[in-house]
């Protein structure tokens, strides 16, 4: 079955500064990636996905790109702000029917 | 309804007892999914309703957990003899299907089930 590993675990940064959080996947049938933000005893909150057939996505501070050779997919967070600060899921599939997530990156946004 | 609504919000069930979770899901959803969530770890699959189909139980962990969407709406996960190892938030989310797929779930807030 697919498994998602996710990097780092914790992420530190400046407020201002990018963040970047990595994901690799073993099933190269998965074709759906999405990313989920959750604050602390909330529910996860999609925040951005891609589909196989492109290689990059953007939505105002937030992207995610995907290499579908080397089956990884990363997410990109330009000028972090405080509330940025979450724990942060990837997760993989085949068309979304069951999401496989990784085990989570902890973002804290100093400022 | 607005969002994903799953009741209770916090159980606290004695070992050996069962128990029953609510979901109800936005209006007109035809997928249904249940995950569960450890304590410091990503949501893990447990099963899929499409309408009151379930297609798929492949992530229940043991006979001890049942799931049922008689209706196609609402959806109860029940797990009977609760073991401290059940200990977990149970999430709910829906989707719109489109074609074969599921994309953009809506998950809920989640019930945080403890086993004491």
């Known amino acids: 079955g697919e498994n998602v590993e ?35 005893g909330k529910r996860p909150q999609l925040i951005i996905d891609i589909r196989s057939n492109v290689g990059e996505k953007k939505d105002q501070r937030i992207a995610v790109t995907l290499n579908k050779t080397a089956k990884h ?33 902890i973002l804290r946004v100093k400022s | 309804g607005a969002g994903v609504s799953q009741s209770p919000r916090y159980k606290v069930a004695k070992r050996g007892q069962d128990v029953a979770l609510r979901c109800d899901p936005i209006s007109g959803h035809v997928s249904l999914f249940w995950y569960q969530q450890a304590l410091g770890q990503g949501p893990e699959f447990l099963t899929y309703f499409q309408n009151e ?5 492949s992530g229940l962990p043991s006979d001890r957990f049942f799931a049922e969407r008689p209706e196609g709406s609402v959806s109860t996960l029940k797990i009977q003899r ?8 149970y999430l709910c989310a829906s989707s719109s ?3 074969y797929s599921n994309y953009g779930y809506t998950f809920g807030s989640g019930t945080r089930l403890t086993v004491v």
């Open chain 1, 6 to 40: 996710q990097h780092p675990s914790t992420l530190s940064v400046q407020e201002g500064d990018s963040a970047v959080i990595k994901c690799t996947y073993s099933d190269s049938a998965s074709n759906y990636f999405p990313w989920y933000k959750q604050e602390l």
């Open chain 2, 97 to 99: 299907l489109q074609g």
């Open chain 2, 82 to 89: 609760t073991q401290q190892e059940d200990s977990a938030v």
């Open chain 1, 73 to 105: 997919f990363s997410l990109h967070i330009t000028e972090t702000q405080p509330e940025d600060s979450a724990v942060y899921f990837c997760a993989a599939s085949k068309g979304g029917n069951k999401l496989v997530f990784g085990a989570g990156t």
């Open chain 2, 53 to 57: 189909a379930q297609l798929d139980k």
